[in-house]
Each structure stands twice: as structure tokens, then as C-alpha cells.
């Protein structure tokens, strides 16, 4: 089947404009997760729904980012008034959710965020 | 907290050369490993994992054993190709605080050579 897709793929925007992006995780999964790559700081966990609810928001740079998930499928990372240090890959991963501490989270292609 | 430290690169080798990248980690009990892989201009895939101690994970030739007594989970290759040239990242999850989030080391870059 499908795995999982993130629009876009490319977003180049200005210094202090918000971004949304979106992941669709493979059907059925209701774990999901979003992490950031950077140069600078590899790659780092935001944010993961189990279903609609976010358990677990301790990734969160700032208040300036922000995500939801409708349905218990896709999900919607936004970020305001955004920073240049917010340019980086933004990856967004699901898992089936029966058992987190064991499963494989499978990752979408990323959206590469630019910030001029 | 959970930590993963991976060997510095990046790593250049001959083809049919044997490898091994190092990983250790830092957690509280006993956490599921994972090697991921990130080939040019792909997205992260899962080459394979272990979820228990002294469990072996394996997948296209590479293996990797939990040690516990060494909290480590080194990657290995008895004869690599010019194809395996990519980013390997070592990572943890759990297996009690945060435990479903994954925790990454800060990746090595293999470079093959034919």
C-alpha cells in the first residue's frame, strides 16, 4: 500500500510568514509522529498523536509551532512568524499504534523548509 | 535522558571492504534499537532493529546485536557495495520515558568506492 506522503516537498518562504504542512500516514495508523532535520541539530522529535490527541508535545521548539490531526489520520504542522533557524527537513513518520515501544515508525519523503 | 552517541564521520571504503559503525546509548532499563538509513535523496527507511537483549536484527547483509552489558548496537557489513553509500542513524526508543518517540545519534555518512 501506501506509504507516507507530506506536502510539499519543498517550501521557500520569507522571515516572519506561516507555513502549514501536511502529512498522510499509511492508512490505518494512528500513531504519528513529526521531527525536524537540521545541520545543526540532527534530527529531533516534536511532536506525536496518538489518534486526534497529541500525548506527548515536549519537541516543540516554541509556541510558534503547533500541529493538529483531524479524523485520526492526516495531520497539519504549522508554523508562525517563522525564523530562518526554523529552515530544515520536516519529516513526519507513522506507526499502527497497537504497540509504540516496539513497532517501526515508517517516514514520509520530508518537507524541506527554507526561510529567507 | 536517552541519548545515542554514533562514530563520527564521514567514512569512506573500497567496495567489498568490511564495515562497522559504532553506537552506544544511555537509557533507563531497556530500550528497542533501530538502524536507520537515508540513501541520497530519499527518505529515512528502517534497515533493522532489536527490541530485546542479545536479540540480533539483519536485513540486505547488515547486522547488529543488542549488548547490554555495553549498551551497544554496532552496525556491521562483511563486504559493502558502492549502492550501501548513504546515512546510517542509530536510535532508541523508550522504553520509559517518552517511549514512543525516537531518539537518533547524529548520523554517519558512508561513502563507497568502487
Known amino acids: 500500500g501506501a506509504g507516507v506522503s507530506q506536502s510539499p516537498s519543498n517550501k521557500v518562504t520569507e522571515k516572519g510568514k506561516d507555513v502549514e504542512l501536511r502529512c498522510d500516514p499509511i492508512?490505518?495508523?494512528?500513531?504519528l509522529y513529526w521531527y525536524r532535520q537540521s545541520l545543526g541539530q540532527g534530527l529531533e522529535f516534536l511532536i506525536y498523536?496518538?489518534?486526534?490527541?497529541?500525548?506527548?508535545k515536549s519537541g516543540l521548539p516554541s509556541d510558534r509551532f503547533s500541529a493538529e490531526r483531524t479524523g485520526g489520520s492526516v495531520s497539519t504542522l504549522t508554523i508562525q512568524r517563522t525564523q530562518q533557524e526554523d529552515s530544515a527537513v520536516y519529516l513526519c513518520?507513522?506507526?499502527?499504534?497497537?504497540?509504540?515501544?516496539?513497532?517501526?515508525?515508517?517516514f514520509g519523503p520530508g518537507t524541506r523548509l527554507l526561510v529567507l | 535522558g536517552n541519548s545515542v552517541t554514533q562514530m563520527e564521520g564521514p567514512v569512506t571504503l573500497s567496495e567489498e571492504a568490511f564495515l562497522t559503525i559504532n553506537c552506544t546509548y544511555t537509557?533507563?532499563?531497556?530500550?528497542?534499537l533501530f538502524w536507520y538509513v537515508q540513501y541520497p535523496g530519499e527518505g529515512l527507511q528502517l534497515l533493522l532493529k532489536a527490541t530485546k537483549a542479545d536479540d540480533k536484527g539483519s536485513n540486505k547483509g547488515f547486522e547488529a546485536t543488542y549488548r547490554k552489558e555495553t549498551t551497544s548496537f554496532h552496525l556491521e557489513k562483511g563486504s559493502v557495495q558502492v549502492s550501501d553509500s548513504a546515512v546510517y542513524f542509530c536510535a532508541l526508543k523508550g522504553p520509559i520515558q517518552g517511549a514512543q518517540k525516537l531518539v537518533f545519534g547524529q548520523g554517519t555518512r558512508l561513502t563507497i568506492n568502487p
Open positions: 492508512s490505518g495508523h494512528t500513531a
Open positions: 498523536f496518538q489518534g486526534n490527541s497529541a500525548p506527548d
Open positions: 537509557a533507563t532499563g531497556y530500550p528497542s
Open positions: 513518520a507513522s506507526s499502527s499504534g497497537q504497540a509504540p515501544f516496539l513497532e517501526t515508525q515508517y
